[in-house]
């Protein structure tokens, strides 16, 4: 993936980044549950492969819904920022599947921790943090300058 830095628009993520954080907070205000993705996802899952009712999980449905809706409605005002992966599918899978297994070990996410427990000083969440950003980087630095 590459970033156009000559296109890059502070004010659009400034107004994102508001947004996300406007959304965790009305999520655990509304809620009393943290905005962390992983669990918002693996709860409705979870009720389905157990044949659980869907009913308690309604909130989250719609929390879901407003992810995959919100690149449809954003290309109403503006066109979407172009996007290139420089990987294979072997790739994207295994790190689809890493990625799950740190969420799992982390007990949690990246909007989990990053977004919401660092908001709440969580130790924890920083500590986590830590370590993916750790993770990440160090990837980064083997895939880019070893191999």
Not at 107 to 135: D, E, P, Q
């Amino acid at each position: 993936m590459s970033i156009d830095w000559t296109a890059f628009t502070p004010w659009g993520s400034l107004l994102g980044g508001l947004a996300i954080g406007v959304a965790a907070s009305l999520f655990l205000l509304g809620n009393g549950r943290i905005a962390g993705i992983a669990g918002i996802v693996a709860s409705p899952l979870r009720a389905l492969t157990t044949g659980a009712s869907l009913a308690p999980e309604r909130t989250r449905l719609l929390f879901i819904a407003g992810l995959v809706l919100a690149p449809w409605l954003w290309r109403l005002v503006a066109p979407l920022p172009a996007a290139r992966v420089d990987a294979g599918w072997a790739g994207l899978v295994a790190a689809g599947l890493l990625v799950g297994v740190g969420v799992r070990m982390g007990n949690g996410c990246t909007s989990g921790h990053g977004v919401c427990g660092l908001a709440r000083l969580s130790r924890r969440s920083l500590a986590n943090v830590v370590a993916f950003m750790g993770a990440g980087v160090a990837t980064v630095f083997v895939l880019r300058h070893a191999f």
